[in-house]
């Protein structure tokens, strides 16, 4: 079993490695913790969380520890806070959304934390645009990595302080936290951009 494990873990690293060559952004969001370490460790380039939240800040399965973020910290990569009132918690609106934001930015640096929603399905429903239910043929495997524990109940109101049409209330958030337009430029995308050109650096 153990040399099954480890052949596993070989080849997990070397399509990082191929990642890294051809270009392609490692983004650990749906990974398990040990995952998202490794992968954060052996990559030669830039390792996001593209759409998580701070671990310290909320139980939430999808969270990353200090110990996952400050590893794709030295990878020059980011952790992207998603607009999902079960994933950050606290009070479940807006400002708990902030508060994971500052809270990266603050013990990791604001070249490391950005916006990354995860609601693209949402946008397209409220635009009037169908988007396709697919049947859910088996558990969501996430539920497998550790006990629910701490259950949040999410309210519409909650939702919808985060939802589409408040994004423009993100940067204004920011501001209304003290951070400078430098920073603040990129959280709202130039720390994307950054690590995107980096991926393509030979």
Known sequence: MSSHIEKCRELALSVIAEMNRIGIIPDV?????????EAAECSKKPVVASHTVAGALSKHYRGKT??????????GGYAGICAIPHFYRGTGMIDSFLDHIVYVAENFGAEHV?????????CFSEAGIVWPQMRRSRPIFEQF??????PFETTETMTDSVAWTNWPLFTVG???RGFSDDDIRKII??????VAQASLEE
């Open 114 to 122: 950005a916006i990354g929603t995860d609601r693209s399905s949402q």
């Open 174 to 176: 920011l501001v209304q």
């Open 29 to 37: 969001a749906h990974s398990g913790l040990r995952t998202s370490l």
């Open 189 to 194: 995308g130039g720390n994307v951009l950054r």
């Open 66 to 75: 200090d110990e996952v973020i400050r590893a794709i910290v030295k990878t």
């Open 145 to 150: 990595w550790t006990p629910a524990i701490d």
